[in-house]
């Protein structure tokens, strides 16, 4: 049936793809390269374009736990337990054979801690194996000399400690991320003239083998000046930056005020829009409106569109318990992407999960990314491109909004069915058939000056002119 509604909708928009310009990102977390190499069929028919992947360096193979990609080892080289070098180019290529670009997962604030506090990186058991399997490491190299080190102690911040206010700007950016129980953190870099010229050379070397885009993870704990000394201008020129710098909100909140503005006005860089998701979450919650999401810009809850990353959820909400209370319902974070997918704004970023990292909540995200019901919104959201945002009507339950006369999106996120009589002069093409995205069938016809439209309960509509 799923097989049967991805035909209809690809159908459905094949008239138009000639037109259309895709952007959604898929987060793929955590999955193999060679996974993603497999399933780049699958993630092209989807209607991405674009695809993060994990961070591409050199981490722990002891296990496969999925922070363990957030401690990098060494940037000179490819080699994890999701993949090497040669993973990673024959991912590229498979993806940009089906004009599929690739995102990098970049970790630039810190190296892992994982030898009793020694800030020598890689370490010497490390460079002992890169000169007894020469040939292998070579294959992994992305730059440098393998015979010696990368970093020393004089390459971080000092003295040692760990972030003991989140609320000072300084202690976040100069002091180290750790774990409690004695944990005494993972060594943060400072930005000395060595550590940028090989940052460059990592974040230059992942260009040349063809990604198009970083995600800067831990962004809030770098100072701006260290952000804008490791991106040359060679290094930006046609590469789309977007920064983690979370905040609890949007215009006014602390963390926004404190970071998250400050990194955008200092660097230019995109980021997840955190302040939407908030308005999002609190839109679908038991006390929120709907109401909230007719224009969360124009009261500085959302990023500016040009900067902004989208999303339902990040990584660290499900597999991060310091954020689990961001979890939304399975029928909400459906009804949160038809909102997302069906605005005009951001770049949408979509979470799949692949592996034990989604065991938890019983693999409730793996292989989500080809859903017959997100496959839809993504081809909504192909068409619409650049296609203006009106929204008709709105209520506490309800939201409706259209996209030019092409499409219209509908949202009701309470228990019982809403109707809104909406006029129709110039916001619609008249006697034309608009059908439903998922089932491909028409829906209605636009024949005078007023229409009714009804929205099921706790259910989702996108519609668009045939």
């Not at 497999?38 to 360096?57: F, H, Q």
């Not at 009804?335 to 951001?346: P, T």
């Not at 339950?397 to 019982?416: D, M, P, Q, S, Y």
């Amino acid at each position: 049936m799923f097989k049967l509604l991805k035909i209809i909708v690809i159908i459905l928009f094949c008239g138009v793809a000639g037109h259309s310009h895709s952007d959604v990102i898929l987060h793929a977390f955590n999955w193999h390269y060679n996974d993603v190499e497999n399933r780049a069929n699958d993630i092209a028919n989807a209607g991405y374009r674009k695809v993060l992947v994990a961070p591409p360096l050199k981490s722990a193979r002891w296990g496969c736990a999925w922070w363990q990609r957030y401690q990098p080892q060494d940037y000179r080289v490819i080699d994890h337990c999701k993949g090497n070098k040669q993973d990673f180019v024959n991912m590229i290529a498979a993806l940009n054979n089906r004009g599929i670009e690739v995102y990098a997962d970049i970790v630039l604030n810190h190296m892992a801690n994982e030898r009793n506090g020694s800030e020598d990186f890689p370490g010497a058991s490390a460079l002992s194996d890169y000169a007894q399997s020469s040939t292998y490491w070579q294959q992994q190299r992305l730059f440098g000399d393998l015979s010696a080190g990368l970093f020393s102690a004089y390459d971080f911040h000092q003295p040692a400690q760990c972030i003991s206010d989140y609320g000072n700007r300084g202690d976040v950016q100069w002091n180290r991320l750790c774990g409690g129980n004695g944990d005494i953190g993972l060594p943060d870099l400072n930005d000395n003239g060595w550590v940028i010229a090989q940052q460059r050379a990592y974040l230059q070397s992942l260009k040349q083998l063809g990604v198009t885009g970083f995600r800067l993870d831990a962004a809030k704990h770098m100072t701006i000046d260290h952000i804008n000394s490791a991106m040359s201008s060679a290094i930006l020129a046609g590469m789309h930056v977007f920064g983690e710098v979370i905040t609890n909100g949007g215009q006014g909140e602390w963390e926004y005020e404190a970071f998250l503005k400050p990194y955008m006005n200092g660097t230019g860089h995109g980021a997840y829009d955190f302040p939407l998701f908030h308005q999002i979450h609190s839109a679908f919650g038991f006390s929120g409106s709907l109401s909230q999401l007719v224009d969360p810009g124009a009261v500085g809850q959302a990023l500016p569109s040009h900067l902004a990353v989208t999303f339902v959820l990040t990584h660290d909400m499900p597999n991060n318990d310091g954020f689990r209370y961001h979890l939304m319902s399975r029928e909400d974070e459906t009804l949160a992407y038809a909102y997302l997918l069906g605005r005009d704004g951001g770049v949408p970023l979509v979470y799949s999960d692949h592996g034990e990292s989604g065991d938890r909540d019983g693999q409730r995200w793996f292989d989500v990314f080809n859903r017959s019901d997100l496959v839809a919104m993504i081809q909504f959201h192909n068409r619409m491109q650049g296609q203006q945002q009106e929204v008709l009507a709105h209520s506490n339950c309800a939201l409706l909004f259209r996209r030019g006369e092409e499409g219209l999106v509908g949202i009701n996120k309470c228990g019982h069915t809403v109707s809104f009589e909406v006029s129709t002069h110039n916001r619609f093409k008249w006697f034309r058939n608009y059908s439903d995205v998922m089932t491909g069938a028409v829906a209605f016809q636009v024949t005078s000056g007023t229409h009714r439209f009804e929205l099921s309960p706790r259910s989702w509509k996108m519609w668009v002119v045939n």
